[in-house]
């Protein structure tokens, strides 16, 4: 069975890509942007359209009659002309486009809050951070949908805090939020609280880590754990490896495992089954990659990688099926990079939409959408930031390729 392949392009913006400028061809399928360039027609077999997928093109199946009759009747010289807009470097197609977006309420603005993505729910879960001058510390819950922040008002929650961590626990439907410090003076705080899309509750679970904040922190959908590493305590810096059941934490005794350290940034690689961390900082500003099995620790040595810096955040894109750095501060100055992690090497993205240089900011992944999203931190000359953006690949979300069957 052969599959024939229609779609069209046309020009977008630039973005700025690792072997220098390009234009993009290309064209969203909705109300999309930019001159129509015309269609390509390739027929390809059913095994190439799975290769395809690993090059992240979109792949829409619709029956013939879907497909309104002007987009199907083509001509030699209409296939001829769109052929160079057609074949599009692929390298270049793995960019991210970033857009900042509006909401008509949108939370206070903060820095090192908590923000995890609920998949149950489909809505991105934000509480707490420190708000926008020196000890002003929230406690507010707030959900953003996909087109506006709308804030909660659950019967219980959790005290005001910031430096904590909020991670989605899929298996059991429930955001899990653990310490941080609250606004008293060396305030670091060791409880565990859940949310459950209405409502928060305490857990009083036998075990737990030492009261903490800045430590890493992430969930384990294969083993269903959820994984925190390292922090700042009250008696220094942790290189500590805990993991909780929902029911308990339990500290784990890896061989290797990196130094002690704060702020670094973890996610768990769901294809490649491991937990990325990625810097922090402990007596100085780092940079190395390590990797945990659910056993131990492994560092790796990439040929490149992001500079050093703390204060940054890493996602999983499911989509690209990479971990994804963006921002983060090096004691000097705020980045605005995003990197890209294949479980062997650091890829540096490139876009001229991206948000401000920035630190301290949260960033989850919306996997229904296939979207980043990005709210809040700190930059030169903002103590805290309110803005939302979110990425999306252009390849994926851009390039309508519908697919008609044919025997």
Same mark, same amino acid.
């Given at each position: 069975?052969?599959?024939?392949?229609?779609?069209?392009?046309?020009?977008?913006?630039?973005?700025?890509?690792?072997?220098?400028?390009?234009?993009?061809?290309?064209?969203?399928?909705?109300?999309?942007?930019?001159?129509?360039?015309?269609?390509?027609?390739?027929?390809?077999?059913?095994?190439?359209?799975?290769?395809?997928?690993?090059?992240?093109?979109?792949?829409?199946?619709?029956?013939?009659?879907?497909?309104?009759?002007?987009?199907?009747?083509?001509?030699?010289?209409?296939?001829?002309?769109?052929?160079?807009?057609?074949?599009?470097?692929?390298?270049?197609? $793995? $960019?991210?486009?970033?857009?900042?977006?509006?909401?008509?309420?949108?939370?206070?603005?903060?820095?090192?809050?908590?923000?995890?993505?609920?998949?149950?729910?489909?809505?991105?879960?934000?509480?707490?951070?420190?708000?926008?001058?020196?000890?002003?510390?929230?406690?507010?819950?707030?959900?953003?949908?996909?087109?506006?922040?709308?804030?909660?008002?659950?019967?219980?929650?959790?005290?005001?805090?910031?430096?904590?961590?909020?991670?989605? $626990?899929?298996?059991?439907?429930?955001?899990?939020?653990?310490?941080?410090?609250?606004?008293?003076?060396?305030?670091?705080?060791?409880?565990?609280?859940?949310?459950?899309?209405?409502?928060?509750?305490?857990?009083?679970?036998?075990?737990?880590?030492?009261?903490?904040?800045?430590?890493?922190?992430?969930?384990?959908?294969?083993?269903?754990?959820?994984?925190?590493?390292?922090?700042?305590?009250?008696?220094?810096?942790?290189?500590?490896?805990?993991?909780?059941?929902?029911?308990?934490?339990?500290?784990?005794?890896?061989?290797?495992?990196?130094?002690?350290?704060?702020?670094?940034?973890?996610?768990?690689?769901?294809?490649?089954?491991?937990?990325?961390?990625?810097?922090?900082?402990?007596?100085?500003?780092?940079?190395?990659?390590?990797?945990?099995?659910?056993?131990?620790?492994?560092?790796?040595?990439?040929?490149?990688?992001?500079?050093?810096?703390?204060?940054?955040?890493?996602?999983?894109?499911?989509?690209?099926?990479?971990?994804?750095?963006?921002?983060?501060?090096?004691?000097?100055?705020?980045?605005?990079?995003?990197?890209?992690?294949?479980?062997?090497?650091?890829?540096?993205?490139?876009?001229?939409?991206?948000?401000?240089?920035?630190?301290?900011?949260?960033?989850?992944?919306?996997?229904?959408?296939?979207?980043?999203?990005?709210?809040?931190?700190?930059?030169?000359?903002?103590?805290?930031?309110?803005?939302?953006?979110?990425?999306? $690949?252009?390849?994926?979300?851009?390039?309508?390729?519908?697919?008609?069957?044919?025997?």
């Amino acid at each position: 069975m052969l599959v024939s392949v229609f779609y069209w392009t046309s020009v977008y913006a630039a973005p700025k890509f690792a072997g220098g400028s390009s234009t993009v061809e290309r064209r969203d399928w909705l109300g999309g942007r930019g001159e129509l360039r015309g269609f390509a027609e390739a027929s390809i077999s059913e095994g190439e359209v799975k290769k395809s997928l690993t090059l992240k093109l979109c792949v829409l199946v619709l029956s013939l009659a879907a497909i309104p009759l002007s987009t199907r009747l083509l001509t030699p010289s209409d296939v001829v002309a769109s052929q160079a807009a057609a074949t599009m470097s692929f390298a270049s197609l $793995d $960019d991210i486009v970033w857009e900042e977006r509006s909401s008509i309420a949108t939370p206070e603005a903060r820095l090192v809050a908590g923000m995890a993505y609920d998949s149950s729910r489909n809505v991105t879960v934000l509480f707490g951070g420190h708000g926008d001058h020196v000890g002003y510390v929230l406690g507010d819950t707030w959900k953003w949908n996909g087109s506006n922040w709308v804030e909660q008002f659950p019967s219980s929650s959790p005290s005001a805090r910031y430096q904590h961590i909020l991670v989605y $626990d899929s298996a059991r439907g429930v955001a899990v939020l653990f310490g941080g410090l609250g606004p008293g003076w060396g305030e670091f705080l060791g409880d565990t609280w859940e949310y459950n899309g209405t409502n928060w509750s305490e857990r009083n679970p036998i075990n737990a880590p030492s009261a903490r904040d800045n430590y890493g922190m992430t969930y384990d959908s294969v083993r269903e754990r959820i994984v925190l590493f390292g922090g700042r305590t009250s008696y220094g810096l942790s290189r500590e490896t805990w993991e909780y059941d929902g029911t308990n934490w339990m500290q784990q005794s890896p061989t290797t495992k990196p130094s002690a350290r704060a702020l670094p940034a973890m996610v768990y690689d769901e294809a490649r089954e491991r937990i990325v961390l990625f810097g922090g900082l402990d007596t100085t500003r780092r940079n190395d990659t390590w990797e945990y099995d659910g056993t131990n620790w492994v560092q790796l040595f990439p040929a490149n990688a992001p500079p050093a810096r703390y204060g940054h955040t890493l996602i999983y894109d499911s989509i690209r099926k990479r971990a994804v750095l963006f921002g983060g501060f090096d004691g000097t100055n705020y980045f605005d990079d995003a990197w890209e992690w294949d479980g062997t090497d650091w890829t540096q993205l490139f876009s001229t939409s991206a948000p401000s240089a920035r630190a301290y900011q949260e960033v989850v992944y919306d996997n229904v959408r296939g979207r980043g999203v990005l709210f809040g931190g700190r930059s030169d000359g903002y103590f805290a930031r309110d803005d939302t953006w979110e990425y999306y $690949d252009l390849v994926m979300d851009s390039v309508f390729l519908p697919m008609i069957l044919r025997q």
